[in-house]
């Protein structure tokens, strides 16, 4: 089961609630009654991880996204694919559609039963490919409406927990 290894394994970032690579970062703040657990499963950047083979993601060429960010509030589980790139949305893309893939197929295999909601997290500092809206297309059919975001902001938590990001002195249209 895939979340015995994360947990039991050298993917699990125990405290952190933040990752950096590659000069992008992404972090969250933990709000009362929220459970968020970092796992760091690019063994590129953390050779101790082994996730990769676990999922059959071990052939030549096959992309694995950075993390999976594991949000828990009340009944609500979340399980987010994220891809830190300074470059490539698209490569970007393929890796976290290709990981979540994989990981649904473990997931089911070896607890059908089980229910949460996916979402994906791309954060770039590059600038907007002029595919762009093809890419979000594509993660909209993969994940669906309001589980999938391409950004520049660091920031996780608004988009697990559900509420728009607003910049500081705007005003909310009423």
Not at 87 to 103: H, L, P, R, W
């Amino acid at each position: 089961m895939p979340f015995n290894t994360l947990l039991l394994s050298c993917c699990l970032l125990p405290g952190k609630t933040s990752h950096k690579e590659d000069g992008v970062e992404v972090s969250l703040q933990p709000a009362s009654g929220e459970t968020v657990l970092f796992f760091h499963i690019d063994e590129k950047s953390n050779p101790n991880c082994k996730f990769r083979q676990l999922l059959g993601l071990d052939q030549e060429g096959m992309k694995i996204c950075d993390l999976i960010v594991f949000y828990a509030k009340e009944s609500q589980r979340i399980i987010c694919f994220v891809e830190l790139k300074g470059g490539d949305i698209k490569k970007a893309k393929e890796q976290v559609i290709n990981t979540s893939t994989y990981f649904n197929k473990a997931l089911k295999k070896s607890d059908p039963s089980l229910n949460f909601t996916a979402k994906t997290y791309i954060v770039s500092n590059s600038s907007v490919p002029q595919e762009l809206d093809k890419y979000k297309q594509e993660l909209k059919n993969k994940f669906g409406e309001g589980n999938y975001d391409i950004s520049r902001n660091s920031d996780l938590g608004n988009f697990l927990r559900g509420t728009k990001y607003q910049l500081k002195g705007k005003q909310k249209n009423k």
